[in-house]
């Protein structure tokens, strides 16, 4: 009996340093998805000789970023201007990271 609520301690105590360690995880994982997406955009202004874009234009098979995968529902801006700070909503229901180039 004693082993097992020492277990249940011990679980109790590791649950939430798990749980940081996974949101962690998951904002540096949409932190580099939105650096993906300021460098795609960031090439596409020079190229093309805009200061705007949209997210369409930047991901796709045949476009600078092949894929975006999401990791915690998140929600990233439709559009991008130069200069501005990007900021990704909804990760995980709950958090925001903003990620300025």
Known sequence: MIVVVIIG???AMAIPAFQKVRQSSQDKAVLNNARQLAAAADQYFLENG?????QGSLVGSTNYVKALNTVANE?????FTQGVTLTVDGI???RTVTYSP
């Open 92 to 94: 995980a229901g709950a």
């Open 50 to 54: 805009v200061s705007s874009v949209t």
């Open 75 to 79: 929600t990233y801006p439709s559009g």
């Open 9 to 11: 301690l011990l679980a």
